[in-house]
Every structure is written in C-alpha cells, then in structure tokens.
C-alpha cells in the first residue's frame, strides 16, 4: 500500500510544478489580455498581433475599426490587440 502511494508522489510532485510554472502563470496572463480587450475604448492607440499600429475609431462587439492612417480604416477581430499603447505613440 505504501509502496504504490510512494510510487506516484514524484508524478504528483511533477504535477504541482507544472502548474505553478506553466498552467497558472499561462492563465493569468490570458486574464489580463481579456481585461485590456474589454477595456478598449474609441481613440485609444493600440498595436495588433500583425503589427499594425493605429487608433481604435470604432468598436463592436467582437471587431474593432482601426484607423492606421487618415481616412484609412481596418477591420480587425478584438482579439487581434497585443497591446494599448500610452497617447501620443502614434504620430
């Protein structure tokens, strides 16, 4: 009986340090990029995955109209947003 419940301890041990280095810092950092999508407001500047840069003109409910230039408009999904840049990034 003791022999087996010592046989899987370095497998539960394998377990909890995957989760704490892998799964949960994965996980939090997927919390925070939801907080920033659903923070998304009109005239924030933000860069996409792509690398795009630009400043949001319109917002829906899973896309985004970004404005990369003037009177040049882009339509791209919520989550393509990597990142709000602070004002006055894009000239």
Same mark, same amino acid.
């Given at each position: 009986? *003791?022999?087996?419940?010592? +046989?899987?301890? $370095? %497998? &539960?041990?394998?377990?909890?340090?995957?989760?704490? &280095?892998? /799964?949960? $810092? *994965?996980? @939090? @950092?997927? =919390?925070?990029? @939801?907080?920033? /999508?659903?923070? %998304?407001? =009109? #005239?924030?500047? &933000?860069?996409?995955? #792509? #690398?795009?840069? !630009?400043?949001?003109? =319109?917002? !829906?409910?899973?896309? /985004?109209?970004?404005?990369?230039?003037? +009177?040049?408009?882009?339509?791209? *999904?919520?989550?393509?947003?990597? *990142?709000?840049? $602070? @004002? !006055?990034? /894009? =000239?």
């Amino acid at each position: 009986m *003791q022999s087996s419940l010592m +046989g899987m301890l $370095p %497998l &539960v041990l394998m377990f909890v340090v995957l989760w704490f &280095v892998m /799964i949960r $810092p *994965q996980m @939090k @950092k997927a =919390k925070e990029h @939801k907080a920033m /999508i659903d923070a %998304l407001a =009109k #005239g924030d500047e &933000v860069a996409t995955a #792509g #690398g795009v840069l !630009g400043k949001v003109a =319109k917002l !829906g409910d899973s896309f /985004i109209t970004l404005e990369i230039s003037a +009177g040049v408009e882009v339509q791209l *999904q919520r989550s393509a947003v990597v *990142q709000v840049l $602070p @004002k !006055g990034s /894009i =000239k």
